[in-house]
């Protein structure tokens, strides 16, 4: 059996401090061998670039899902063919850059299917994710029975709807996009884990990754005030581990993560003591952020 972690929404800076603060003990406690994260929202809260792709990647991710802000930063549609281990969801037209799906490989030499889609209720409307989903893990399975679908929606019904028809044709289906983890995990009749939605990994005393009050205000007064990402306090790793045979593709178990920590004290204890052995490179002023 492999272990596959993926962790929910990746919030802005806060949240890749947190990936790479956290990522090292979980993978060790839980004995994973693949790390799977939703990016979307790792650059500066929307959207994703090549820095902060590096920054996951260099953090332990393996795979990183996407959906509907992946390209908020515009230069990420130049970008992303050159991001191998970034996915977008795999109903954009086909014209769209990127790719939808990728098969990465374990340590061990296993194959894992990854695919995207985004769901249409309440969300831009894209190619249908069934239809598109169903041919493509088709496709998959020509190479492994091992696939993690990673549903971008904003309607449980959508995402639950999502696990059924794909019962016991993936392994995996779990759900993004809300920040919000649910407590719904279980294993479908057929052999798929199913999870309606993974959370978020950012800043816990926010409203879903970004600052209250403005936030607040908006539901007040029906005006768009600017936000901005929350950059301290505690935080919140959601994520869920999966365990899956590898010849036949079955989930056997799944279990949800929801650590609370305070990466950004972490981070600024580490800054402090790089600073004190002459090591400024990696101080806070040496990088950039975005």
């Known amino acids: ?50 820095k902060t792709y590096k920054d996951l990647i260099e953090a332990g991710v393996d795979v990183i899902t996407s959906g509907n802000h992946i390209f908020d930063k515009r230069e990420f549609l130049q970008d992303i063919d050159k991001c191998e281990k970034a996915i977008r969801p795999a109903n954009y037209p ?19 299917g ?4 985004m769901g249409r209720v309440f969300m831009p409307t894209l190619d249908n994710p069934f239809t598109v989903g169903r041919a493509l893990v088709e496709k998959i399975r020509r190479e492994t029975p091992v696939i993690f679908v990673d549903i971008h929606a904003e309607a449980t ?62 539901y007040l007064h029906g005006v768009n005030y600017r936000f901005e990402a929350v950059t301290e306090g505690p935080g919140v790793f959601s994520a869920c581990v999966i365990g899956i045979d590898e010849e036949s593709g079955r989930a056997h178990e799944i279990r949800r993560i929801y650590e609370i920590t305070n990466p950004m004290q972490v981070e600024k204890e580490g800054e402090k003591k790089a600073v004190a052995a002459g090591n400024p490179a990696n101080s806070r002023e040496a990088r950039s952020d975005s």
């Open 1 to 50: 059996m492999i272990r596959i972690l993926f962790i929910g929404d990746i919030i802005a800076k806060y949240g890749r401090v947190l990936v790479r603060n956290v990522l090292p003990a979980i993978k060790e406690k839980y004995q994973i061998d693949l790390v799977i994260g939703n990016g979307e929202n790792a650059a500066h809260g929307n959207g994703l670039t090549t």
């Open 94 to 112: 086909p014209e769209v850059p990127g790719k939808g799906y990728t098969v990465a490989e374990t340590p061990q030499g296993v194959l894992v």
């Open 114 to 117: 990854v695919l995207c889609l």
């Open 157 to 218: 019904s959508e995402k639950v709807a999502m696990g059924w028809y794909l019962d016991g044709k993936v392994s995996a289906v779990v759900g993004t996009h809300t920040h919000v983890q649910t407590a719904y995990e279980r294993i479908l009749p057929n052999g798929t884990a199913y999870l309606s939605d993974a959370g978020m990994t950012g800043p816990l005393d926010s409203v879903i990754g970004v600052q209250i009050e403005p936030i607040v205000k908006r």
